[in-house]
């Protein structure tokens, strides 16, 4: 029997998500095709949001108000089971996390399994068959490895074990899907951490010589996103070297920044100029479909402290703060959390692609982590003079040690990297170091006059918890009984 692509389906959706038909050819008997690089390029534009839902307050950043868990209290929904740290015997992941229970609804594993098979896979199989230059079809086959190379990236941070050398090779990863047949099985069900590790560095080093200097879009790679992507890779896998090799080569083809010292009006709370997906600074723009709305008081802590005990005197402040403000009085605990403020329309924040500073931030942790303090200055040099009201670099200091240096590239990573899914894994990585072992804690509700029917507690997400590994679906694990979800 004749093998079905996914790519059907996924083009008659497309025909219901965009108004924009003339790269469709319907032919007579009812098939719809795409026939040039240029076609199937169109593809990658409307994937610009990766669903955060089932990690959302898992980290050491979200807050919720009070009022939304006691009104679930003891009835768990998935928001009360993060944001306390609720263990799987409370509250199962697998069956009640979104999407995941019966058959309807699209988990996170599912949609990036989608991406990965109707888009890229599919553009691999048919680049024979499209139409154009050579250097369009190239492109395109280079933009479809990268995305599949960055779900790869996504999935295995959040259903397997970070990558450790001694353990990489025997730890459980993800399934390999590596052509875009519905009816194929992947083999073996589920490849390890090491396997889908090697498989995204193919991807991305078949990739660079093909891509275009400048992407067509914000949601397609180029050169430079490539590199920065590259260099996030080597640096979960802890190879500073090779992370700062291809940081370096990132930032010489953009190491432009937001100047959100000149842009952030605080009195409004939004930034003068529209900031889009199309900005300098966005190397590859990817967004979250529920970014977290609060910060608690921690993070809140820490964007006040600015530089203060890094050389700077207190006039020196973060502009991010000022895209915060305190929510409304009604709002339960809200003298303990921030409200972002700009709409998308204002501020598109790159939560979960690849911005320019995220690159100068990974450049700073390698240095430090090498105990080169002055290659750590240089390259935030911009970054801070970008971010911190009144920055003076000659007065800018460092600890003398590594440990607490690299904690400070840390914490501006916590900054810089809000409101998607960076944290979370930063936390996963980090964790595998007990120099950098952090164990969030919430004390919950933070004013328990507001919501006197939730006790006040301390809640924990313990080092290596069962929680910073998602299981697989449970809907997943029914159609392939050879899957299994992974553990510690």
Request: hydrophobic share 35%.
């Amino acid at each position: 029997m004749k093998s079905k692509k996914f790519k059907i389906t996924l083009l008659i959706i497309m025909v219901t998500l965009s108004s924009c038909n003339k790269w469709l050819d319907i032919e007579p008997k009812g098939k719809i095709l795409l026939t040039s690089a240029q076609d199937y390029g169109l593809l990658f534009d409307n994937i610009t949001s990766y669903d955060n839902t089932d990690i959302a307050y898992l980290d050491d950043e979200g807050w919720r108000n009070a009022s939304n868990i006691a009104s679930v209290w003891n009835t768990w929904n998935l928001t009360a089971a993060n944001m306390l740290y609720l263990p799987n015997t409370v509250y199962d992941r697998s069956f009640n996390a979104t999407g995941n229970s019966g058959t309807s609804g699209t988990t996170f594993y599912q949609s990036i399994y989608q991406r990965i098979s109707k888009i890229s896979n599919t553009i691999i199989y048919d680049k024979d068959k499209m139409t154009g230059s050579e250097t369009e079809i190239k492109s395109v086959v280079a933009e479809a490895k990268m995305l599949r190379a960055f779900s790869y990236f996504m999935l295995i941070n959040v259903y397997a074990k970070p990558y450790d050398k001694a353990t990489a090779a025997n730890d459980g990863g993800v399934p390999l899907k590596l052509d875009p047949f519905i009816e194929t099985l992947p083999v073996p069900a589920k490849s390890t951490v090491e396997e889908v590790y090697a498989q995204i560095e193919k991807d991305i080093t078949e990739a660079l010589p093909d891509l275009y200097a400048t992407a067509k879009t914000p949601y397609r790679f180029n050169k430079a996103a490539a590199y920065a992507f590259k260099a996030k890779v080597h640096l979960f896998k802890k190879e500073f070297d090779e992370c700062i090799e291809a940081a370096l080569e990132s930032n010489r083809l953009n190491g432009k920044t937001f100047n959100l010292v000149s842009l952030v009006n605080p009195v409004t709370n939004k930034p003068t100029t529209p900031l889009y997906a199309s900005g300098d600074e966005n190397l590859f723009f990817a967004a979250t479909s529920s970014a977290s709305t609060y910060i608690g008081q921690e993070l809140i802590n820490l964007l006040k402290a600015g530089l203060q005990n890094y050389g700077e005197g207190t006039n020196v402040t973060d502009a991010r703060l000022d895209l915060y403000k305190r929510p409304a009085a009604t709002i339960n605990d809200y003298m303990f959390i921030l409200s972002w403020v700009p709409s998308a329309k204002e501020y598109s924040p790159n939560v979960v692609g690849l911005t320019t500073t995220e690159v100068m931030l990974m450049l700073a942790e390698c240095y430090a982590r090498k105990g080169q303090n002055e290659k750590v200055k240089e390259y935030l040099k911009p970054y801070l003079e970008s971010r911190y009201r009144n920055y003076i670099h000659a007065n800018f200091t460092l600890p003398s040690d590594i440990t607490n240096t690299v904690k400070f590239v840390i914490n501006e990573r916590r900054k810089e990297l809000t409101r998607g899914v960076n944290r979370f894994f930063d936390l996963r990585r980090l964790n595998t170091e007990t120099a950098y072992q952090k164990v969030p804690a919430r004390l919950f509700p933070a004013d328990p006059v507001a919501t006197p029917s939730i006790p006040q507690q301390t809640y924990t997400l313990p080092v290596n918890s069962p929680l910073y590994i998602l299981p697989f679906p449970s809907k997943v694990i029914e159609n392939d009984k050879r899957l299994t979800s992974n553990t510690w």
